[in-house]
């Protein structure tokens, strides 16, 4: 189950997450796909389509010309940016589907923790 871990024992609390919170953030290969790009990002603010084009495109190896896969969009709306969002890592508006980041020193820890 957490496979997408590299070494759960080194997960600690970070920054007012538990242990047990850091890995619930860390188990979905695709939300670290998430908080990479995000960490990675000159930009704070992301419309949905956008974080879902970039992650569908890493996780398929391929340019998309700008075309999200619609299942990604689906599983970023509905499980992986309200995990993150009630991390404190982001805000994001469900009805304008606009992502603002915001977990700066956060993902940079967790990411840390996997080597990200």
């Known amino acids: 189950m957490w496979s997408a871990v590299t070494d759960a024992d080194s997960v600690t609390e970070?920054?007012?997450?538990s242990r047990a919170e850091c890995l619930e953030l860390l188990a979905s290969k695709r939300r670290q796909t998430l908080l990479e790009l995000l960490a990675s990002s000159v930009d704070d603010v992301h419309s949905l389509e956008s974080l879902a084009t970039a992650v569908t495109q890493i996780e398929q190896g391929v340019d998309l010309a700008a075309r999200p896969s619609?299942?990604?969009?689906l599983f970023l709306h509905h499980v992986?940016?309200?995990k993150l969002e009630a991390a404190d890592i982001v805000e994001y508006d469900s009805q304008r589907n606009v992502v603002a980041y915001t977990g700066t020193r956060r993902v940079e820890q967790l990411l840390d923790t996997i080597g990200g």
């Open 70 to 73: 619609p299942r990604v969009c």
């Open 80 to 82: 992986h940016l309200p």
């Open 14 to 17: 970070i920054e007012g997450l």
